[in-house]
Every structure is written in structure tokens, then in C-alpha cells.
């Protein structure tokens, strides 16, 4: 191989390797954000969970950096194969992470409603049904770093096999919402924020999954979107 074909490949690694690190950062970007958004349940804090909406703008600039990285990519090196196969799941992982980003934002808008000056402090037992769901996500964040950082692919498709416990969960937890709105009909509107909550919580996990199952795509070129 020539000096000149050398450094053409290393650059295309590098260039590859650079948005495979954009990831990695928005991952955890987007896991902080979630840490920030159940610490501000934990603690009532109206005033966190203002942050984490304001840090909205940078979960969107990495999803146009990363989208940018790769139209370049495929503009510049034509990459076939794995390359390919590596670069279109980076762009649709920056996706479902931004959609991520979006649904904490509403998440933390609910807390903020939840401890506004307007609204009688919620019941702490429910409180604590909404964090555990909360940390349910984190989680799952949590293994997709790991298939980042590592390399290694196990913990998405632990990720997978875990989602119908995951979806029952959380619709066990609607219902008891939806049960403790109706014995008081006092309570609905309370019950009906939270319900969205969880809700919002649920479509973060949808999409970690849908993540989970790019990263497989990604690493052991196997589509298991559709059960194959």
C-alpha cells in the first residue's frame, strides 16, 4: 500500500472515529441530563429542572454536528460495507438520543409544573413511583455508554431482552395512576401530570431500545428490529 493510500485510509478511520466520539459524548450528555432531571424530583427543585430544559440546545448542536460529520463522510469517502453500515447507525442513534433529549425536557418541564408555586406539594409515595422509573431509563443509558466506550455489544442485547419486563412496568405503574385518580376525583389532575411522566419516561425507553437495536446493527451487522 502507498504512503498516499496509507493516509487516505487513516483519515477516513479518523474521520469515523471522530463521530463515533460525538456519540459517546451525547450519550452522556443526555444521561446527565437525566440525572439532573430525577435529582430536581428528589428534591423539589423547581429551579434544576429549569437547567435541564436550558441544556436543551446543546443535546440538539451535537445531533446537527454529528448529522453534518456524516454527510461529509458519505460525500467525501463513499464507504461500503461495515463503514457504511457504521456511519448510517450513527446517524440514527444521534437521532433517537436527540428525541431522548426532547422527552427529558418535557419530563423536567412536568417537574418544574409539579414544585411551581401554583401547585400543593405532591404525594411522596408517587414521587418515589416515578423515580424508580426514572432510574429504569438511566439505566438503560447507562448499558448504551457501555457499548460505546467498550465495544462490546452484550449489554444492548441485554437491553432487548429485558424491554417486555421493562414496558409491563411501566404500564403497571399508569394503571395505579390512573386507579388512585378515580377513588378521588380531586386528585385527577395530580394523577394526570404524573400519568404524562411516566408516559414521557416510556418514550425514552422506546427509544433506548431503538438504539440498543442500531448498536447491534452496527457492531454484529444482525437487524433485529423486526424479531429476526
Known amino acids: 500500500m502507498s504512503n498516499n ?31 439532573q432531571a430525577l435529582q430536581a424530583l428528589d428534591v423539589g427543585n423547581e429551579a434544576l429542572a429549569q437547567q435541564v430544559m436550558d441544556a436543551d440546545t446543546q ?24 463503514d457504511l453500515r457504521t456511519i448510517l447507525s450513527i446517524s440514527k442513534i444521534a437521532v433517537e ?9 418535557d419530563f423536567a ?12 406539594n405532591p404525594n411522596h409515595a408517587l414521587l ?25 455489544v452484550q449489554p444492548a442485547y441485554s437491553l432487548l431482552e429485558n424491554e417486555r419486563d421493562c414496558q409491563n412496568e411501566f404500564r403497571d405503574g399508569i394503571r395505579q395512576q390512573f386507579d388512585f385518580a378515580i377513588q378521588d376525583a380531586r386528585r385527577i389532575g395530580r394523577a394526570l401530570t404524573l400519568m404524562r ?32
Not at 493510500?5 to 459517546?24: C, M, P, Q, S, Y
Not at 438520543?97 to 425536557?105: F, H, Q, S, T
Not at 411522566?197 to 425514552?204: A, D
Open 5 to 35: 493510500t496509507e493516509h487516505l485510509v487513516r483519515g477516513f478511520d479518523d474521520e469515523i472515529n471522530h463521530a463515533h466520539k460525538l456519540v459517546i459524548e451525547m450519550t452522556q450528555l443526555v444521561t446527565r441530563q437525566m440525572e
Open 59 to 82: 443535546v440538539n448542536q451535537y445531533e446537527v454536528c454529528i448529522d453534518s460529520e456524516v454527510l461529509n463522510i458519505l460525500a467525501r469517502r463513499n464507504p461500503v460495507a461495515s
Open 128 to 152: 418515589l413511583e416515578i423515580s424508580k422509573f426514572g432510574n429504569l431509563v438511566k439505566s438503560m443509558l447507562d448499558r448504551l455508554i457501555l457499548v460505546l466506550e467498550k465495544n462490546d
Open 109 to 120: 418541564g412536568l417537574v418544574a409544573y409539579l414544585f411551581g408555586p401554583d401547585t400543593s
Open 97 to 105: 438520543l436527540e428525541k431522548i433529549g426532547n422527552d427529558i425536557v
Open 197 to 228: 411522566m411516566m408516559k414521557v419516561l416510556e418514550g425514552c425507553g422506546e427509544h433506548c431500545c431503538h438504539i440498543a437495536q442500531y448498536m447491534i446493527f452496527m457492531k454484529d451487522s444482525i437487524d433485529v428490529r423486526h424479531g429476526a
